[in-house]
Every structure is written in structure tokens, then in C-alpha cells.
């Protein structure tokens, strides 16, 4: 066999890393090279689309189940593909980005899946999307360990037989990588993420008894669900492996895919997986979309609107319904918490929440959920364990008695709730502290015991620029404008500088994650993504 001819894609403003020639070879990056060439103009044109769609929605102040695609919603012939045997049980689902311990802790974890996180979770750094595929390698051929400089302790893996599988998450279609260039222009993250896991462990994982499993984020329509199989299918006759061994489980995150699940399902359904309902960012894809829609749409407190919101329960509740109609999973949202090592009662009282909402979704009918923490594994296992008892899912619950109306997925005024002023403290508390870790290169984050990752700076700064939009006017009287948004925003830098002491302070880019707040927060135009103007202050 021939040696692969050099790739046409260009590592540029990266400086090199330990090993990094294991996951960029010519071959790895050539089929990178060639999933842009033939995607990343389709990629362009839906995100023109998605623009086009927002502006409607302006116009409108509505959305309604699609006309076009009536005929596929109402055909109950078609199922999605079965489940492969190791994505048939998927009860426990653990998520968190892929550096080394993090890896060897999820995979160990007791869960029955691992969301292997290149987005939400990882801040794009060089490394950490480099290293992070370095450590999924080494992961499947069992060449990983790590012993923790601080600790002293030694992490390594189970036996096989008892790690997690893994479903990997890329970046978003909206992300460039900046460090891989074709022709002087960026990759979409996309698909560097998925083409160099693909690439290297496709087969591996086959071998393994597994197969190459993902997840896909911030999917706004079923246009987009078919491009990644689109994608699929060139990928597996590039590496030569059979039709339907991808399997994709679709993140239900934004409220234009809330009205296409069926036709979503469809578009993969050799391919598909299940769909899963990610909270926070249904929640900032709200915001977003009918952020100039009038008081009706003005979402309270993020922590107040729980998932027995009448909107919410309507979302999860037809999430369900669809995917069990089509033969797929229904996996459920996430539990952040993260157990205080120093405070019991703090612990009680979370897990005994986390056990209430693990509770009521096997009782709805999904077939898994998500959480934050190993600790949070046997919680959520004992919830679905006592529902499926020995049954790997429960998808023959067809939930035939859920009746959605179009309007009920936008009924944000039927929430007993508003926007407060601890709300908004909150907003800018967590939003500063999450974009200062981001900036340093981590993704996912703990504050105030719960794992933040980017999905919450979204709807924090969201939330801000929405109720300041709104002239919202909050129970003690003071209303939100941009001058009390940089009051609280200048409070809450002086108490971090307090907290944490002058050295840390300056050490840390914290100055820079309040400004990049304020500015997505206040700025006339709203920016579609924080991650966008973030992504240009990233070092590394």
C-alpha cells in the first residue's frame, strides 16, 4: 500500500504538543480534509438557515410542528435502527470532558455510558482537543493511567467488562477550529472532533465489541440531522466498515428541534440512537430565539423553572412519546450537583433532589438520564433500577396517552415564577466565574456545588440581556438596566478579589471574563453564541 498523500489541511499557531503525531497523521487528516471539502459548504448554508429561521421567529413570535414533513410524522411505519447491544441499556449516563483523569474516572465510574465531551464540558483549546483524542486512544488500547501530582493517587482502569461505553460529543456546527486550516480557512470543530475520533477508533472499537457512538449538540433541524448522516454514511465506506455501526443520539437543546424530533429521527434513523433533553441550553435557545417576543416570553429565575414547568413537562413528556413511537431511547436531563467533601446536610438535601427528579423521569418513561458526578451513579442507577428492574429500557412505554399542542412548547407565561434581583446576582456570579475557568482552558466547572459548563454562561447572560430588554422590574423595585448590570457586575469582582486574595486575582483572567460578560450581556446585538467572541480571547 502506497503511502497517503500529504494533507492539504495546515496546523498553524499551535505550538506542538507531547505525542501530538499519534492522532494528526497524514491519513487522519486527510479524511479531516475531506469530510470539509464535501460537508463544510452544506454546513455554511444551514447556518445561513438557522439566521433566516431566527428572523421569522421575530417577526412571528411563534413556531408550529413543520407542514412539509406532515406526511413523515404521521407515517407509523418506520422505526429507527435497534439498538446495538452496547448502547441497549443505557440507565446511568455520566458526562465530562476527556482529559486524563477525567477519562479514567468516568469510564470507571459505575455508569452504563460516558459522554466524552469535546464541547460544552472542554473549553477548544489545542490541547485540549488534541490531548483530549490522545486520551480516548490510549483509553481503548488500555494505555492509560495517571497519578494526580497533588494527591499522590494513582487512577487506572477497571476491567473491561465493567467501563462505561463511550458516546462522544464534537463541538457544535457553529465552531471553527482555528488551528487546522484548509486553504487558509478554519475546519468547522465538527468535524476535526469527529473525524479524527472516527478515523482512529471506528474499527477499534468494533473489535472491542463497541462501535463509534455520538452525540449531537446544538441541532436545530432535521436538515442538519441529515447532514451528519450524510456524514456517517461517507465515513464508514471511507474507513470500510458496515452501514448503520455509527450511532447518534441527538441533544433536543434547542426549541426550533423541539418541533422536529420525528422528522430528526427519521433523517438518522439507520443511524440513530435516541434523543436526549438538555435543560439549559432548551432553555438559552428560548431565550434566543424569542428574546424580543413581549413580556409572555420572559423566562424567571434559570433555577426556578424547573423541569414541572408546564413548557418543560410538554417538551420531556413529547420527547418521550417520539422516540418510543420510532424504537429509539428517550434519555433524560442532567444532574450537576456536585457533593460537598465538608458539608453532610448540603449533600442530604441534594441528593434527595436529585433522587426525586431521577424518580420522576424513569417514571415518565425515559430510559436514562445524566449526571455530573460519579457519586450521583448509584442515586440515579437505584431511580431507573426501580422502574426497569431487569429490563435494559423501557421503550416498549409508548406513552400514547402525552398529547402536545404547538403552543404548549412556548408557553413560558404558564410559569407562576419572575425574574428576581438574586436571580440576577446569580446570573453574573455564575457567568463571571464560569468564563474566567473557560479562558483558562477548562470547560467544566464547579461553582456553588453544581458542574457548570457552557450551556449555563449561556442562559445566564441571556437571561441578563433579556430582562434588561424587557425593562423588567424586579421585587424591590429596581429595574434591570445596563447601569445596575455593571453595578453587580463590579460587586461581584471585588468580592472574588476578597475571596480569593490579590495573588490568585491577578493570576487569573478575571478582569477579562467580566468584561467578555458585560459585553454579551449589553451589547445591542445579541450574540448567537458567548463561545464566538470568547473563542477570539482564548490562549492556547
Excluded at 27 to 52: G, K, N, Q
Aim: glycine residues 6%; negative net charge; contains cysteine.
Amino acid at each position: 500500500m502506497s503511502a497517503p498523500a500529504p494533507s492539504p489541511l495546515a496546523v498553524v499557531d499551535a505550538e506542538p504538543l507531547p505525542r501530538q503525531e499519534e492522532v494528526l497523521t497524514e491519513a487522519a487528516l486527510a479524511f479531516v480534509a475531506e469530510l470539509h471539502r464535501r460537508f463544510t459548504p452544506r454546513r455554511d448554508e444551514l447556518l445561513a438557515r438557522r439566521a433566516e429561521r431566527r428572523a421569522e421567529i421575530a417577526r412571528t413570535s411563534t413556531l408550529d410542528f413543520l407542514p412539509e414533513t406532515a406526511a413523515i410524522r404521521a407515517d407509523d411505519s418506520w422505526k429507527v435502527a435497534p439498538a446495538p447491544a452496547a448502547l441497549n441499556d443505557r440507565r446511568v449516563e455520566i458526562t465530562g470532558p476527556t482529559d486524563r483523569k477525567m477519562t479514567i474516572n468516568a469510564l470507571n465510574s459505575g455508569a452504563k455510558v460516558w459522554l466524552a465531551d469535546f464541547e460544552d464540558a472542554s473549553a477548544p483549546t489545542w490541547e485540549n482537543v488534541v490531548l483530549g483524542q490522545l486520551n480516548l486512544i490510549d483509553a481503548y488500547t488500555r494505555n492509560i493511567d495517571f497519578t494526580d501530582p497533588r494527591s499522590g493517587k494513582s487512577y487506572a482502569l477497571k476491567p473491561a467488562e465493567e467501563l462505561a461505553t463511550v458516546v462522544m460529543r464534537p463541538r457544535g456546527w457553529h465552531l471553527e477550529e482555528r488551528h487546522l486550516t484548509f486553504g487558509g480557512r478554519p475546519v468547522p470543530g465538527a468535524l476535526v472532533d469527529f473525524g479524527l475520533y472516527f478515523f482512529h477508533n471506528a474499527r477499534r472499537l468494533i473489535d472491542l465489541g463497541k462501535g463509534p457512538y455520538f452525540y449531537l449538540p446544538k441541532t436545530e433541524s432535521h436538515l442538519e440531522a441529515r447532514l451528519w448522516n450524510e456524514i456517517f454514511v461517507f465515513a464508514q465506506d471511507y474507513v470500510g466498515i458496515p452501514q448503520g455501526t455509527v450511532r447518534a443520539t441527538v441533544l433536543i437543546e434547542t426549541i426550533t428541534a423541539a418541533y422536529e424530533m420525528e422528522e430528526i429521527l427519521y433523517e438518522l434513523r439507520d443511524h440513530a440512537a435516541g434523543l436526549n433533553a438538555g435543560r439549559w441550553d432548551y432553555l438559552f435557545s428560548i431565550v434566543k430565539n424569542f428574546r424580543d417576543g413581549g413580556a409572555k416570553f420572559v423566562l424567571p429565575d434559570r433555577n426556578a423553572v424547573t423541569m414541572t414547568a408546564p413548557f418543560m413537562r410538554a417538551y420531556t413528556e413529547l420527547l418521550v412519546r417520539t422516540c418510543h413511537k420510532r424504537g429509539a431511547h428517550a434519555i433524560g436531563g442532567m444532574a450537576a450537583f456536585i457533593p460537598s467533601r465538608r458539608d453532610a446536610e448540603v449533600n442530604k438535601v441534594a441528593f434527595e433532589k436529585v433522587k426525586a427528579d431521577k424518580d420522576r423521569e424513569a417514571g415518565d418513561g425515559f430510559d436514562g438520564s445524566w449526571v455530573a458526578h460519579p457519586d450521583l451513579v448509584p442515586i440515579a442507577m437505584a431511580s431507573f433500577d426501580a422502574v426497569l428492574g431487569e429490563k435494559p429500557n423501557q421503550k416498549d412505554r409508548l406513552r400514547e396517552d402525552v398529547s402536545v399542542a404547538a403552543g404548549d412548547l412556548i408557553a413560558i407565561d404558564s410559569l407562576d415564577a419572575k425574574p428576581t434581583y438574586d436571580g440576577l446576582r446569580n446570573a453574573v456570579q455564575v457567568g463571571i466565574r464560569y468564563i474566567e475557568a473557560w479562558l483558562r482552558g477548562l470547560g467544566a466547572v464547579a461553582i456553588f456545588n453544581l458542574m457548570e459548563d457552557a450551556a449555563t454562561a449561556e442562559i445566564s447572560r441571556s437571561q441578563i440581556w433579556q430582562w434588561i430588554n424587557a425593562g423588567v422590574v424586579f421585587e424591590n423595585g429596581e429595574e434591570a438596566t445596563p447601569e445596575l448590570a455593571r453595578r453587580v457586575a463590579a460587586e461581584e469582582l471585588a468580592a472574588i478579589r476578597a475571596e480569593i486574595g490579590e495573588e490568585a486575582f491577578t493570576a487569573g483572567k478575571w478582569q477579562q471574563a467580566h468584561d467578555l460578560l458585560l459585553h454579551v450581556s449589553l451589547d445591542a446585538d445579541y450574540a448567537d453564541f458567548l463561545t464566538l467572541p470568547a473563542y477570539e480571547q482564548l490562549v492556547g
